[in-house]
């Protein structure tokens, strides 16, 4: 019901959109972050990540060279043609844009220079009955992502334990995800689907709170605990470490607590498009709503 | 803030003139080098071989940038790299190649720390994603060396003009700023 060209080109214009400029929540979160800083070394970091920002903006080319995997999350009435569309998108944003040619054999390590690759970009098919298609692309650098970090706790650590493994993955990695930095937390489901639902728990808007009262609190508690480390911009010492921490669940199995991470860079770059059956796209890099 | 400039490439007491906390802008010649570059170096020097640049003296750059052709290369992004994954490799081309400039991310091992001390070699950060600034400040190819590694790993001659704000973050007597900050990190998250 959807023309392939139509998703195709709406792949690029995501791609476009999420890669040349940063989501305005994201925006606004740095610029926040500038305002509480004090010390010269962090400001001196912060301004220079907001002034190449307005400049990838103006001149419409990637913000950083990093241009990651294109992540999607497609949601409606969808099968595999939906999938061969967005790698044509993906085929062409790369030559277009350009983005930098980051898929490769993980064995070989042969770069075929399209983004393309077996499995490759990763698509995540949700099917609902409803009349337009939800497609969000989720850009990720490998920065964070080398960072990203999977625990089966006991049930009995319970959400203390949550926190303090949240808290030993954002000490670990440092200052090398480009912090300031999301955390995107999921906790419970199957360990592949707590590692799923960190990274669509990026795809929120910052500043949301979970609708479970007891998330919701975990949300705040981490972020101001994570600000609290001193880590700072680019590492290199402030008062803002992250911008925000993100946590989504799935229910799970009685004896298990799966818990994953999935960081971001400041270089939060998300964009969203509600494709409707009569042809029209609205694009939003805030959400589908 | 007092910014002072710097040029490359430059010798061993230029490189030791540079204290952790500095910030500096860079003008002159560096060549990018990632894992894939770290690896053909040091096979190269292993098996006897030349090289087919010169990295003594030199700035390298941790960076795989996104370069456009258009009769001639443009480069259009080129933040740093994470640093850190050299770590590995960095010890043993400091200790042969001897740059005096490493240009990165989020700072490397204690080890690299130790080969940049006996060297005399600096290593600055430039932040992180800020590709568009950076690649501002590269307006020249000189060169590309091992295109057949791919664009993000093949090794750029670029020229540098005001490159920066770079921060002095790992200096050649021993200082590392990222160490300094990862050492109270980790202090205050005991207590959380």
Request: aromatic share 4%; glycine share 8%.
């Amino acid at each position: 019901m959807y023309s392939s060209s139509l998703i195709e080109e709406t792949v690029v214009r995501l791609l476009k959109e999420a890669e040349c400029s940063l989501p305005p929540d994201v925006h606004a979160a740095l610029r926040q972050a500038l305002e509480a800083e004090t010390e010269e070394m962090p400001r001196s970091q912060l301004m220079a990540i907001l002034s190449n920002v307005d400049k990838a903006d103006e001149r419409s080319v990637p913000m950083c060279q990093d241009t990651g995997l294109p992540i999607f999350f497609v949601r409606g009435r969808c099968d595999h043609r939906v999938i061969e569309s967005i790698r044509k998108g993906v085929a062409r944003a790369t030559k277009e844009i350009p983005l930098r040619p980051n898929t490769v054999d993980p064995v070989s390590r042969t770069n075929f220079g399209s983004n393309l690759g077996e499995g490759m970009p990763p698509v995540h098919l949700e099917p609902a009955d409803q009349d337009h298609l939800d497609i969000a692309v989720l850009p990720k650098g490998a920065g964070s992502e080398n960072w990203s970090a999977l625990r089966m706790l006991n049930p009995s650590e319970g959400m203390e334990g949550v926190r303090r493994f949240v808290i030993d993955c954002v000490v670990r990695a440092g200052s090398r995800p480009c912090p300031p930095i999301v955390v995107g937390v999921g906790i419970g489901g199957t360990a592949d689907m707590a590692c799923s639902l960190a990274k669509k728990a990026l795809l929120r808007k910052l500043g949301s709170r979970s609708d479970d009262a007891t998330l919701a609190d975990l949300e705040s508690k981490l972020h101001v605990q994570i600000n609290s480390l001193g880590l700072g911009p680019m590492g290199l010492g402030g008062s803002t470490t992250c911008l925000g921490v993100l946590v989504e669940k799935a229910h799970c199995h009685t004896a298990s607590l799966p818990v994953a991470v999935s960081l971001n860079c400041w270089a939060a770059r998300k964009a969203f498009a509600r494709v409707y059956p009569d042809g029209r796209v609205k694009f939003s890099q805030e959400g589908f709503d | 803030m007092n910014i002072r400039k710097i040029k490359s490439p430059l010798d061993e007491s230029e490189a030791r003139s540079l204290r952790a906390g500095d910030i500096v802008t860079l003008s002159g010649e560096l060549l990018t080098a990632r894992d894939e570059a770290h690896l053909r170096v040091l096979e190269l020097l292993r098996a006897g071989h030349e090289l087919p640049f010169q990295l003594e003296g030199a700035a390298v750059y941790h960076c795989g940038p996104i370069m456009r052709h258009d009769g001639m290369w443009k480069v259009v992004a080129a933040g740093p790299t994470t640093s850190a994954r050299l770590d590995r490799l960095a010890p043993e081309l400091i200790r042969r190649c001897r740059p005096r400039l490493l240009i990165g991310k989020g700072g490397m091992s204690s080890e690299t720390l130790e080969a940049m001390k006996e060297v005399g070699c600096a290593y600055l950060a430039f932040p992180g994603g800020a590709a568009v600034l950076a690649a501002e400040a590269l307006p020249e190819v000189l060169n590309v060396h091992w295109e057949d590694l791919g664009m993000p790993e093949a090794v750029w001659h670029l020229r540098a003009e005001n490159f920066g704000p770079l921060v002095v973050a790992m200096d050649s007597h021993g200082r590392s700023l990222f160490k300094e900050v990862e050492d109270t990190v980790k202090k205050r998250s005991v207590l959380l």
